[in-house]
């Protein structure tokens, strides 16, 4: 668990199905809390990109929620390709 206000990294691996790490077209961060509501989405660029198929975003976390659900998006082959988890929140003490 994170703490609210914190900057955490928020990281995907694009895969295909076979498992081969791919670097999709488009590639956005889009934020929902815990209700599914967007907070924000981020257009990421090549200084978002670790490696071939690996990106990552530093977020700080907003000390209103609880919870939030990040989902990392793109184009591949013409298709959408999608990663998506959760941070769970603490306020700080």
Do not use: W
Not at 16 to 45: R, W
Not at 49 to 75: A, H, M, R, T, W
Request: proline share 3%; aromatic share 12%; net charge negative.
């Amino acid at each position: 668990m994170a703490l609210a206000g914190d900057t955490v990294r928020l990281k995907c691996h694009f895969r295909t199905f076979d498992g081969q790490l791919i670097d999709p077209a488009d590639v956005k961060l889009t934020i929902y809390d815990s209700q599914k509501q967007q907070i924000e989405q981020i257009t990421l660029d090549d200084t978002n990109k670790e490696d071939n198929g690996v990106y990552f975003y530093d977020y700080v976390l907003p000390i209103n929620q609880s919870e939030i659900i990040f989902e990392f998006s793109g184009v591949y082959n013409n298709k959408p390709i999608l990663v998506r988890d959760s941070v769970k929140i603490q306020f700080s003490k």
